[in-house]
């Protein structure tokens, strides 16, 4: 299923704060390695393959919904990349500007 063509989430991944979305993405990646280990453990499973398919249908809104969480946080850090580098500039400028005046007025 690609992205664009993904349900809307049941909620906004926007409003979550950084430790709720971290925690989401955390308790998503256990429940799905939970359905994938069961299914490697389940006795009654006949088929590995058959266990294994099952486990993936199960996990596919969960694996979905991850991918929602970490294209929002892919986004904020991105942003904050933005933002440090835009600082750093600025103080670089700045740094070079004031170097260049304190050289001006000695000389």
Known sequence: MSRERAAAPRFDPAALSNAELDARLRALRQAAFDL???????VDARDDRTAHARAERKAAPLIEEARLLNDERVRRLR????????AATATAIGGG???LA???MRG
Do not use: C, D, G, I
């Open 36 to 42: 994938f280990e069961h299914a490697a453990q389940s």
């Open 79 to 86: 942003a904050r990349a933005r933002r440090w580098r835009t």
């Open 97 to 99: 500007t004031v170097v």
């Open 102 to 104: 304190l050289v001006a």
